[in-house]
């Protein structure tokens, strides 16, 4: 059997801790944070908006907080975009730039940045309305840093339907137009216009598709080549009914015409099978790049996490691919490239031995024969969190049981488990942890899980095991990242 390289990779910098706080994950400088919103990418610099409360660690009055970076993992915080407003709360959405001035709001050749959201009326939902939700646009002459409201919101008035929110829009250059995906309840509706202003229902997916344990959220539609060809990914989070309990994001694949979308097949996929992956979507204006970008919690425990003046983290950006196995066309995602900039250190690990490492963001890469395996991160009170692969089930697992604190929430310990796809007869592999958090991605980021964790003291000792062993090169090794 060949050598099989291992690469440790330890991040240098050292910043001031907070007890669980991710050093080189997005959070909130402090307060309450979920949803992604609005991500998009323009003049040198990636702009992340997201649902924020100011005032509490706990879910409350949303706003919109915003951030950017110039690599996607050093954010600086910015003042918040939107508040809410007599129309309501601002739920999640997207943002896009009008480069052709379509909404007639950009001035001066100034091409406007336009945000598109939900407007939640509390008053209205305290009163048993139905009609709570709705669709408001604001603009930005700066580039997105401030916005204006728009005088004619909300631009979509609700129907009739309890879940009628997170608007995401793209422009659909063959039919010059723009296309809204929103979370309809139990299914997506999408509607065009013309100026984002004015919209029209073009047609609805998903009533018979997919998971249905929970309210559809956070859909994101979007184009991408694949074979020489235009195929197009749907992605609906969902809330809950993920394949490991509570919070998670599926996705489907077919084709769009401006009007309707037809998936391939009436699989349910997921882009990340872990329980901390949730209302992740995809940055516009990156090219033939697609970026995905997750909330990394759970609504079975998120508000109670035992953080301290700040809750809730994103995962790392991830890039997003589209393959075809036998036929059938599958999401795979792995970690931006940026993420190589911060990992500076590397050690290879012998046979079955643990490894003390001293920072946080870590990076394990690895290939080895189809096998049981587990990874296991522990520190010295016997706290730990195991990730493997299971031969006999074929399928790869996070297990948090003895991860630390647990007594926040009796959804919290378990195993989480992911299908293998890859039908290759070795297993690649790459995990990236940061204090309280760990990523798992596996056959070209077919299978991923996500999870965090909240041990007592931080995990400084990694160990690799497997039923055929681990013979390793012991010389020292550039990685490949």
Known sequence: MKNILFFLLISLAVFAQEKHRPQLHFTPPTMWMNDPNGMFYANGTYHLYYQYHPESTVWGPMHWGHATSKDLMKWEHQPIALHPDSLGLIFSGSAVIDHQNTSGLGRNGVAPVVAIYTSHNMDWEKAGRIDRENQSISYSLDGGQTFTKFAGNPVIKNPGVADFRDPNVSWYAPGKKWIMALATQDRETFYSSPDLKNWTKESEFGAKFGAHGG????????????????????????????????????????????????????????????????????????????????????????????????????????????????????????????????????????????????????????????????????????????????????????????????????????????????????????????????????????????????????????????????????EDLKPSI
Not at 231 to 249: D, E, F, Q, T
Not at 332 to 347: D, G, L, R
């Open 215 to 474: 309210v559809w959220e956070c859909p994101d539609l979007f184009p991408m080549q694949v074979d020489g060809k235009t195929k197009w990914v749907l992605i609906v989070n969902i809330n809950p009914g993920a394949p490991n309990g509570g919070s998670g994001a599926q996705y489907f694949v077919g084709d769009f015409d401006g009007h309707q979308f037809i998936a391939q097949d009436e699989e349910t996929r997921w882009v990340d099978y872990g329980r901390d992956n949730y209302a992740g979507v995809t940055f516009h204006e990156t090219g033939d790049k697609r970026i995905f970008m997750g909330w990394m919690s759970n609504w079975d425990y998120a508000t109670v996490v035992p953080t301290g003046s700040w809750r809730s983290a994103n995962t790392l950006a991830r890039d997003l691919k589209l393959l075809n196995q036998d036929g059938k066309y599958l999401l795979a995602s792995t970690p931006v490239e940026a993420v190589s900039n911060y990992v500076n250190s590397t050690k290879t690990i012998k046979s079955n031995q643990g490894v003390k490492t001293a920072s946080a963001l870590q990076r394990l890469s690895g290939k080895l024969p189809v096998q049981d395996f587990s990874i296991t991160l522990s520190n010295a009170k016997g706290e730990k969190v195991i990730i493997g692969f299971e031969a006999a089930s074929n399928r790869y697992f996070v297990d948090r049981d003895a991860s630390g604190d647990l007594s926040f929430s009796t959804k919290f310990a378990g195993k989480a488990y992911a299908p293998r796809f890859s039908k290759a007869d070795t297993i690649d592999f790459s995990l990236i942890t940061d204090v309280a958090s760990a990523e798992f991605f596996a056959d070209g980021g077919l299978s991923a899980l996500t999870t965090i964790y909240f041990p007592s003291e931080p995990f400084k000792n990694l160990k690799v095991t497997a039923t055929k062993g681990l013979p390793f090169l012991l």
